[in-house]
Structures are given as structure tokens and as C-alpha cells.
């Protein structure tokens, strides 16, 4: 718990965090001198999200599902559209399930999951080192690998999530300014059509799960349409996208068909 509470100094942070273009800037500024231990460390940490830096970055810490993430500097931050796809997950993996979560970045889904069925068995795979060690000390059990590289010949599972980049890359510039100066372009760029990594984690999850299994992967844009041939040529059917408020498309869950590879 930070030290700095007085209306004067949270009026101040908000008033900066405003200047610098932060559309939260009230509740940035509060969790910012809530968790500053001292003076000196709460302006360092102003002048780091005046420069745009990830707010999670500075602090460690992302609310996801109600629930705190350890984020460190340079992994992904966990969007709150993301929650969605980890609801329906959840709701989707049997009690005993076994679940793999590609791509799993500092492990968001796959720690709620762990909390949501904590009788299921849940991994997450990343090829990044430092959001695998993110995702380990939010208490997933993480390999550093390719896809499902170190999953083929394993037990069929029955629940594969994936947050896998879907920015085409023509459209990153398009990308808040803060974005594309900090966060991970491996992150972020899925290939000319947004779809490169995106087609991986369908092929991998056809291999991985088992019949009548689920896949539940984010996506954007009419993207939903372009996977169609993947998905229909890996073995998947009930493909049920779904959208947010705005009405943009946000994911996909899809069923596996047909016997297991």
C-alpha cells in the first residue's frame, strides 16, 4: 500500500496523466499512488507513464478476471477484451480436463482457468523466455517452445486457448503510439493478414485436442471469415464467434471433429 492518499497529490498525478494523453488518468493515477512506497519512487513512476510506458509495467501488476497478474517489462500486458475468452473457456473445460494455453504470455488465461477448475490440469506454452517465467510465477507451468512443439505425441486434451498476434502488419501503425513504442511486436504482428501464428495454433490444436474438444483463439475484423477454410480443412465445426459491446469481433471457439492425430 503506497503512502500518498492526500487529494493534493492525487490531483497533481491525475492533472499530469491527463496532459499525457492517459484516458484513465483518475484511476491510473490512484493505483500508481497506491502502490508507490515512498516520494521518489511514485515520480519515477509518473514520469514512466507520462513517456507511455505500460502502467502494469511500472507497477507488476494487471487486473485480470478480478484477479492481480505479475506482469514484468517487456511481456504483453493482458487486455480486459481477453476476459472473455477466458470465461468461456472456463466454462468449456471438464473437472479432470486437460488444457493447453498457446502463446500464453504472462499466463492470464491459463491462471484462470487453474483458478476456476483447479482440478483440471493446465499448461501454458510461450517461446518468449520472459513472459513464460511471467506466466510460472502466476502460477502456470509454463515450457519455453514453438507452438505445441514439446505437446506432439502426448494425451489428447480438451481444451486449447491461444491469444496469438492478429495485427496484419500493414495495420500496426494504426496501433496506439504508446503500443508501438513499448509493447512486443512479436506480440502484435500476425503477418500480412493477421492470420500467420493464428493458422499454426489451429493446425497445432487439431493435433492436440481430442474429439468433441474445444479451441478458443482471439481474432478481429472479418477474420472469422478468412479462417473459415483452415478450420473447416484441420477438422473444426461449430465455429461461434462472438463480439464485444462495440460490436467488433473479439474470438472464436470452434469444436473438434473427427478422430484424434
Known amino acids: 500500500m503506497g503512502v500518498f492518499v492526500a487529494e493534493p497529490v492525487l490531483g497533481t498525478a491525475v492533472q499530469r496523466l491527463v496532459a499525457a494523453g492517459c484516458i484513465n488518468a483518475a484511476e491510473e493515477a490512484a493505483e500508481l499512488l497506491g502502490g508507490a512506497p515512498d516520494e521518489h519512487t511514485l515520480e519515477a513512476w509518473l514520469c514512466r507513464r507520462e513517456q507511455g510506458e505500460p502502467l502494469a509495467w511500472i507497477t507488476s501488476t494487471v487486473l485480470f478476471c478480478g484477479q492481480p497478474l505479475y506482469v514484468a517489462p517487456g511481456v504483453y500486458v493482458p487486455r480486459v477484451q481477453t476476459e472473455e475468452l477466458a470465461r468461456r473457456a472456463a466454462m468449456l473445460l471438464p473437472a479432470n480436463g486437460r488444457a493447453v494455453d498457446l502463446c ?11 483458478r476456476q477448475i483447479p482440478t483440471a490440469t493446465v499448461i501454458g506454452i510461450d517461446i518468449d523466455v520472459r513472459a513464460a517465467a511471467c506466466a510460472r510465477r502466476n502460477g502456470v507451468p509454463t515450457a519455453v517452445a514453438d507452438v505445441a512443439e514439446p505437446l506432439h505425441g502426448h494425451e489428447a ?8 498476434p492478429y495485427v496484419p502488419t500493414g495495420e500496426l501503425g494504426l496501433l496506439p503510439a504508446d503500443v508501438q513504442r513499448y ?11 493477421g492470420l500467420d501464428l493464428v493458422r499454426r495454433v489451429i493446425a ?6 481430442r474429439p468433441g ?8 475484423g472479418d477474420q472469422d471469415a478468412a479462417l473459415a477454410p483452415t478450420l473447416a480443412a484441420t477438422g473444426f465445426d461449430h465455429v461461434t464467434p462472438w463480439w464485444d459491446d462495440d460490436g467488433d469481433l473479439r474470438g472464436i ?9
Open 183 to 193: 509493447e512486443p511486436r512479436l506480440a502484435l504482428d500476425g503477418g500480412a493478414d
Open 104 to 114: 500464453t504470455g504472462a499466463g492470464a488465461i491459463a491462471a484462470h482457468l487453474r
Open 157 to 164: 486434451v480438451d481444451l486449447v486457448t491461444a491469444i496469438a
Open 204 to 209: 497445432a490444436a487439431s493435433r492436440l485436442l
Open 213 to 220: 474438444g474445444w479451441l478458443l483463439t482471439e481474432v478481429g
Open 253 to 261: 471457439a470452434c469444436c473438434r471433429v473427427g478422430s484424434y492425430r
